[in-house]
């Protein structure tokens, strides 16, 4: 592959190369159908076929095989170390290893001249019709269909890139994101300097571009083919910066053409409602959405410290969503000023719930009731919402997730002399992303893993201290997490005036009015359809936190799409079997790229963008934003680090260093 002006003065070729342990193999030929850039083929008979000892019919026994039959797959193109082969293999036997140098490759096999027996045995997509590359350049030519394939079920093994919806192969970035953003493309454009156009992209399926390129938990990132050869793109680095410098360039979304005299009430405004009332108000529904708070974003604006995420990031994207045309009620609750049948009075003809999980889980130990203990939630509301908090000597927070993080963060800043966070796995363990704990580290909060808090200590109803265990690793548990079990005769005590809980969150059932046919869980989230996000009251529907325990913004913003969708086809009365997991909205902008009509995919090895932090030491009561964001020349540098597995598939101009003549 060639390199950009950047790299070339270091041409190094890394070569990628194919391996399979033969003894494991079935030969099913899946790597071979999957193969984005068909580097692969598979061995044709030469003595007597693999299959003819387990498939015999009327001509095996005499010919020892078929000329039809496939043996073991073999690299003959070459591979752009994406990791599909070895990701779909069902039994998992394919390695892809990379070394600078040059792969060996093994000639075509060449086309296949004589199609199978009914009788005899017969390739999968002979009977299923359904493999998972577009229809070109197979060796079955017109013998068999093929056609790509999306799988979106857990016990179906072999999933491909190809989504039935679009007819379009995903890259694993999009795949991997809920609401299905283009990351690829808008990496792309940032790195041909076009971005507005990145900022539209990353705003297509997303109400919060903004918000997301900072506080995204970037599932995108962990599905990264980048990570094979070095580490993965900064995808969320790189839609802040398409956010911060390519917004004012983007013109608003257009209201729908036509309106709708539907109207749909949506109580709560944080991702999900926000979300779902962006899907419904450009599907020409009237929308109003009603919030307890008295800003809206949700979570998003009193759970998510500023110097994270700045507020007036936060309302420039909730300002885009309003300006459609979405009337906001704030302060007003459910079941205190507004109740379900007065929104139906009122002639809404469908209802969201979207309240979120609010609700902050108890440790359980004793003690827990005393002054000085916080709800890591309900510490960071008041501190987002303005209201004095003012803290002394040492803070304990327990917990691991970004909720902990935040709290630890901001217990620092409301004036603790020390912070320290109790976690009862490892470090590597917690769920928290890299970036907060780098930042939490840069800021002096000290991570004590592998301890757990087992009493509060009190004084005349005060808290005065936390008495600990410390905790053995015992071995994994479901999760791929350390189990852990405490160790006799470890007991410490910690000294802190203040502890912060954020061991977890959930839905806060009571708002609910009683007598109502709304089902709830036993862990307090509302029970809905699967399919359609229904309760059990016709017209009312249910999504993101309040209905699948907490999520991320990014995930509850998905669930806001789904449900505005799910609202759309009850209010058109239609149902005509497309999951709403995979509707496609018609504004979808399709920006050309690249200018130059050719793909340029570069391999030489270097680390990932960081960006900066600013000094906070001796400052402990700012909240102006810490992570400095990336400056130009490294976002585009960083972004031609992309193998652009979105188009690499399909693009007749990728430039290949060593490719073989045909």
């Given at each position: 592959?060639?390199?950009?002006?950047?790299?070339?003065?270091?041409?190094?070729?890394?070569?990628?190369?194919?391996?399979?342990?033969?003894?494991?193999?079935?030969?099913?030929?899946?790597?071979?159908?999957?193969?984005?850039?068909?580097?692969?083929?598979?061995?044709?008979?030469?003595?007597?076929?693999?299959?003819?000892?387990?498939?015999?019919?009327?001509?095996?026994?005499?010919?020892?095989?078929?000329?039809?039959?496939?043996?073991?797959?073999?690299?003959?193109?070459?591979?752009?170390?994406?990791?599909?082969?070895?990701?779909?293999?069902?039994?998992?036997?394919?390695?892809?290893?990379?070394?600078?140098?040059?792969?060996?490759?093994?000639?075509?096999?060449?086309?296949?001249?004589?199609?199978?027996?009914?009788?005899g045995?017969?390739?999968?997509?002979?009977?299923?019709?359904?493999?998972?590359?577009?229809?070109?350049?197979d060796?079955?030519?017109?013998?068999?269909?093929?056609?790509?394939?999306?799988?979106?079920?857990?016990?179906?093994?072999?999933?491909?890139?190809?989504?039935?919806?679009?007819?379009?192969?995903?890259?694993?970035?999009?795949?991997?994101?809920?609401?299905?953003?283009?990351?690829?493309?808008?990496?792309a454009?940032?790195g041909?300097?076009?971005?507005?156009?990145?900022?539209?992209?990353?705003?297509?399926?997303?109400?919060?571009?903004?918000?997301?390129?900072?506080?995204?938990?970037?599932?995108?990132?962990?599905?990264?083919?980048?990570?094979?050869?070095?580490?993965?793109?900064?995808?969320?680095?790189?839609k802040?910066?398409?956010?911060?410098?390519?917004?004012?360039?983007?013109?608003?979304?257009?209201?729908?053409?036509?309106?709708?005299?539907?109207?749909?009430?949506?109580?709560?405004a944080?991702?999900?409602?926000?979300?779902?009332?962006?899907a419904?108000?450009?599907?020409?529904?009237?929308?109003?959405?009603?919030?307890?708070?008295?800003?809206?974003?949700g979570?998003?604006?009193?759970?998510?410290?500023?110097?994270?995420?700045?507020k007036?990031?936060?309302?420039?994207?909730?300002?885009?969503?309003?300006?459609?045309?979405?009337?906001?009620?704030?302060?007003?609750?459910?079941?205190?000023?507004?109740s379900?049948?007065?929104?139906?009075?009122?002639?809404y003809?469908?209802?969201?719930?979207?309240?979120g999980a609010?609700?902050?889980?108890?440790?359980?130990?004793?003690?827990?009731?005393?002054?000085?203990?916080?709800?890591?939630?309900?510490?960071?509301?008041?501190v987002?919402l303005?209201?004095?908090?003012?803290?002394?000597?040492?803070?304990?927070?327990?917990?691991?997730?970004?909720?902990?993080?935040?709290?630890?963060?901001?217990?620092?800043?409301?004036?603790?002399?020390?912070?320290?966070?109790?976690?009862?796995?490892?470090?590597?363990?917690?769920?928290?992303?890299?970036?907060?704990?780098?930042?939490?580290?840069?800021?002096?909060?000290?991570?004590?893993?592998?301890?757990?808090?087992?009493?509060?200590?009190?004084k005349?109803?005060?808290?005065?201290?936390?008495?600990?265990?410390?905790?053995?690793?015992?071995?994994?548990?479901?999760?791929?997490?350390?189990?852990?079990?405490?160790?006799?005769?470890?007991?410490?005590?910690i000294?802190?005036?203040?502890?912060m809980?954020a061991?977890?969150e959930a839905?806060?059932?009571?708002?609910?009015?009683?007598?109502?046919?709304?089902?709830?869980?036993?862990?307090?989230?509302?029970?809905?359809?699967?399919?359609?996000?229904?309760?059990?009251q016709?017209?009312?529907?249910?999504?993101?936190?309040?209905?699948?325990?907490?999520?991320?913004?990014?995930?509850?913003?998905?669930?806001?799409?789904?449900?505005?969708?799910a609202?759309?086809?009850?209010?058109?009365?239609?149902?005509?079997?497309?999951?709403?997991?995979?509707?496609?909205?018609?504004?979808r902008?399709?920006?050309?790229?690249?200018?130059?009509?050719?793909?340029?995919?570069?391999?030489?090895?270097?680390?990932?963008?960081?960006a900066?932090?600013?000094?906070?030491?001796?400052?402990?009561?700012?909240?102006?934003?810490?992570?400095?964001?990336?400056?130009?020349?490294?976002?585009?540098?960083?972004?031609?680090?992309?193998?652009?597995?979105?188009?690499?598939?399909?693009?007749?101009?990728?430039?290949?260093?060593?490719?073989?003549?045909?």
């Amino acid at each position: 592959m060639w390199w950009p002006s950047a790299a070339r003065t270091m041409l190094v070729t890394v070569a990628y190369t194919f391996q399979v342990e033969r003894s494991g193999c079935l030969n099913c030929g899946v790597c071979m159908d999957v193969c984005p850039v068909h580097a692969l083929d598979m061995t044709r008979r030469t003595g007597t076929s693999i299959e003819s000892g387990a498939v015999r019919h009327r001509a095996s026994a005499d010919a020892g095989g078929q000329d039809w039959m496939m043996e073991f797959p073999i690299q003959t193109g070459v591979c752009v170390g994406c990791q599909l082969c070895a990701t779909e293999c069902p039994t998992s036997v394919i390695t892809i290893t990379a070394a600078v140098g040059r792969t060996a490759l093994a000639p075509p096999q060449g086309p296949i001249t004589a199609a199978p027996e009914t009788t005899g045995w017969a390739p999968l997509s002979a009977y299923t019709h359904d493999a998972l590359r577009e229809p070109r350049g197979d060796p079955w030519g017109a013998l068999a269909e093929w056609r790509p394939v999306n799988r979106p079920d857990a016990w179906q093994t072999w999933r491909g890139w190809g989504d039935p919806a679009t007819a379009r192969f995903l890259a694993p970035c999009q795949e991997a994101c809920p609401v299905g953003t283009d990351a690829g493309l808008y990496v792309a454009l940032v790195g041909e300097g076009r971005y507005a156009e990145a900022f539209a992209v990353a705003a297509e399926y997303n109400p919060f571009p903004s918000i997301c390129g900072r506080v995204c938990t970037a599932p995108c990132e962990i599905a990264c083919r980048r990570g094979v050869l070095d580490e993965p793109i900064a995808i969320r680095e790189l839609k802040r910066f398409a956010a911060d410098h390519g917004a004012a360039g983007y013109p608003r979304p257009v209201p729908a053409e036509r309106r709708r005299v539907e109207r749909v009430a949506i109580v709560g405004a944080g991702p999900t409602g926000l979300s779902a009332a962006y899907a419904l108000i450009r599907s020409g529904y009237g929308v109003t959405v009603f919030d307890a708070m008295p800003v809206a974003g949700g979570m998003m604006a009193i759970g998510i410290p500023e110097y994270r995420l700045p507020k007036d990031v936060l309302r420039a994207d909730v300002d885009r969503i309003v300006g459609l045309g979405v009337e906001l009620r704030l302060n007003t609750a459910l079941g205190r000023d507004i109740s379900l049948e007065q929104l139906k009075a009122e002639g809404y003809d469908a209802i969201l719930l979207a309240t979120g999980a609010s609700k902050s889980q108890r440790l359980g130990i004793a003690g827990e009731d005393a002054e000085g203990v916080w709800p890591a939630t309900l510490f960071l509301k008041k501190v987002n919402l303005g209201e004095p908090v003012e803290l002394t000597g040492e803070a304990l927070v327990v917990g691991g997730g970004s909720t902990a993080l935040d709290a630890a963060r901001t217990a620092w800043r409301a004036g603790a002399r020390t912070v320290r966070i109790l976690y009862r796995r490892t470090k590597e363990d917690m769920p928290a992303q890299h970036e907060e704990l780098r930042a939490a580290d840069h800021e002096g909060v000290v991570i004590e893993p592998l301890v757990a808090p087992i009493e509060v200590l009190r004084k005349n109803g005060w808290m005065t201290g936390v008495r600990c265990v410390r905790l053995a690793i015992t071995g994994r548990d479901a999760d791929g997490r350390s189990a852990v079990a405490p160790i006799p005769g470890s007991e410490f005590v910690i000294e802190a005036s203040a502890l912060m809980v954020a061991v977890g969150e959930a839905p806060d059932p009571s708002i609910l009015p009683e007598g109502s046919n709304i089902q709830v869980a036993e862990w307090g989230g509302v029970v809905v359809d699967a399919e359609s996000l229904a309760t059990a009251q016709r017209g009312i529907f249910a999504a993101g936190d309040v209905a699948t325990g907490p999520r991320s913004v990014i995930e509850g913003a998905a669930q806001g799409q789904r449900a505005a969708w799910a609202i759309d086809r009850y209010l058109r009365h239609q149902d005509d079997g497309t999951d709403v997991a995979t509707y496609v909205p018609s504004w979808r902008v399709t920006p050309s790229v690249p200018s130059t009509k050719t793909v340029a995919v570069d391999l030489a090895q270097r680390p990932r963008a960081e960006a900066a932090l600013a000094s906070v030491r001796g400052t402990p009561a700012s909240y102006a934003e810490v992570s400095l964001g990336l400056t130009e020349a490294t976002a585009r540098a960083e972004a031609t680090r992309c193998f652009r597995c979105d188009v690499i598939a399909q693009c007749p101009a990728v430039q290949v260093q060593g490719r073989r003549s045909a």
